[in-house]
């Protein structure tokens, strides 16, 4: 098809040459004059010097190797619309300019440096429309990227000076893309990083002959330190807990990494959705520590533990909210447990326990308990039938207990 259209242009160019000196007084061609140099004896088609200023703009060949299959079976091909729209102006050439931007105005990925793709196919395609009104061909359907990453559907559009990668088309394919101030980040269906490209200049850059070099952790199937692996380890701990752990040496072990949230974690979606809180007490009446304490206690597991453990008795101190955990083979082991803890804690802190407060449980309501209480000077408060939120504070630190146990 394109030798039948040169050879129409050819035959054309050559009746109009026969027309125009034939037409010329005395058939004489030095009487003919270039529109171009202005010199006499040929006309602009044949006018040696401005071949001469072609070469001296710089006017190149593309050297990638063309593929002449048939692109008709290509997605664009069906494609009605002969023009589309690219809002970036033109600037420098594409070929001084290797980054990549990405252009939400832009319709489809083009660039007009047959040197980025790592693919092309002869392609016609339309014409484009700059942000200068300008317009283009495109002449080219390919593939660009590195050993990492490909992105394929990439328009070759002569004259072009800029490469550009449309947002739209981006999510048509099923990625997500996410603006934040100083970069863009590009996830895949399943969330995972594809490459992140950074602000400059008021516009988002990514330069793919650079990727492997830097070693952008997106495309790297392995890190050396993985902040959400350490998530996991850590029974789902959120990011800013464990950037504190990190950050203060608090946790022997645990590497130097950037923990920052930059996906969701799915187990922390579904596994720590609660009920709406009630509204926080401003002010306490606790004025030291073990003035008030809240115990509470959960089981039987649905696995024991290696050592045969299927109850967690849990104490939490209301004014340091210092939690101290023991597990147990049976409930009945709850006594024996709070008795030692009291002597313990007391002649470790040089403090007296003054209030314990519990829920209703059989562990906790006994004539043991009230006996030592009494004993002891504990005043024993109890939280109402069916309402857990008199004793929050030992109720949070239980269900998160249980939301480490079940999210590992």
Known sequence: MLSRKLNRAMYKRDKYKKKFRSGSKGGKSNETICFDCGKPGHIKADCKSKKVFDKKKGKKSFKATWDDSSSSSSEFESESEKAILCLMAQGEDARKSTPWYLDSGCSRHMTGDAHQFIELKRHDGGKVTFGDNNKGRVIGLGTIGNNSLSISNVYLVDGLKHNLLSISQLCDKGFHVMFESSKCIVRNEKHETLFIAYRDKNVY?????????????????????????????????????????????????????????????????????????????????????LELIHMDLFGPTQTQSLGGKSYCFVIVDDFTRYTWVYFLSHKHEVFDVFVKFCALVENEKGYKITIIRSDRGGEFVNRNLEDFCAKQGYTHQLSSPRTPQQNGVVERKTGHSKRCVGLC
């Open 205 to 289: 850059a990514i330069n793919f002959d650079e990727m492997n070099m830097q070693n952008v952790s997106c495309l790297s199937a392995q890190s050396e330190c993985d902040a959400w692996l350490w998530h996991r380890r850590l029974g789902h701990s959120s990011m800013e807990n464990l950037s504190k752990l990190t950050k203060h040496d608090l946790l022997k072990g645990l590497p130097k990494c950037t923990f920052k949230k930059d996906k969701e974690c799915e187990p922390c979606i579904l596994g720590k959705q609660v009920k709406s809180s009630f509204k926080t007490k401003v002010t306490s009446d606790v004025t030291r520590a």
